[in-house]
């Protein structure tokens, strides 16, 4: 294959494709955020598909025991949740597969197709446009405007994997940032006992962790602040920005590789 892949296993295929076990997951050059799941016995037959919270943030599988058994997830970080995608001739109406989750051991490699219920979870989810406006409270502003607590979190159509952070109540105001663990997949930190508290999450898929972007004259040169981070509760919606060591992580962290 052109592209560098993983090797998954499906024990038991996936819909509609009970005997189709074995995939190739790849990523084309310049095909980000799409992926791509191509049968390894038949590579006529390829699925594209995307990291479910770059779709939706608070985005959770509810996991059966025999499917919690087949996984034998170790940490809920073990886990790489991918949705179907449908694309049709306009990119702009793209839709996901929420009811049919791939749920992926990250290390094993073995992975397996949730069914969900389609009353709760929608099998045609738009993946581009505002569906719900999403509001974000930062009690303690942000670094240098201390008195806008409020934000619209937002992806314009075409923006992807930017976001715009728009204080509610100085609309001209806005922020460019990007999910922070998509531009370096071993970006973490540790929150104080304070942060802790007011954050409050159970578990480390409840956080949303957005990195301030800064888009220069020449867009291949954008840089993202790492030292800065800001760190939601998708559940409460709460966020806070933190304030880390510049020497340990970068202010101007360049994310676009050059070719």
Known sequence: MAQESVLLNFPRGLVGFPELKTFHLFEPKGGYPLKFLQAADHP??????MDIAAIKMDYEVPLNDPDALLLSLETQEDALVLALVVVPEDPKGMTANLAGPLVINAKTKIGLQVTLDTNKYPLQYPVFGSKDEVILQFPKGLVGFPDLKSFRLFEPAGSYPLKFLQAVDQEEISFTCIDAGAIKGDYEFTLDEEDAAFLALEKPQDALVLAMVVIPEDPRK???????PLVVNVHSRNGRQLVLN???????YPFIQER
Not at 44 to 49: A, I, N, P, R, T
Not at 222 to 228: D, I
Not at 246 to 252: G, T
Request: glycine share 4%; net charge negative; with cysteine.
């Open 246 to 252: 510049p020497e340990l992580y970068p202010l101007k």
């Open 44 to 49: 006529e037959v390829s699925f594209v598909c």
């Open 222 to 228: 954008m840089t993202a602040n790492l030292a800065g």
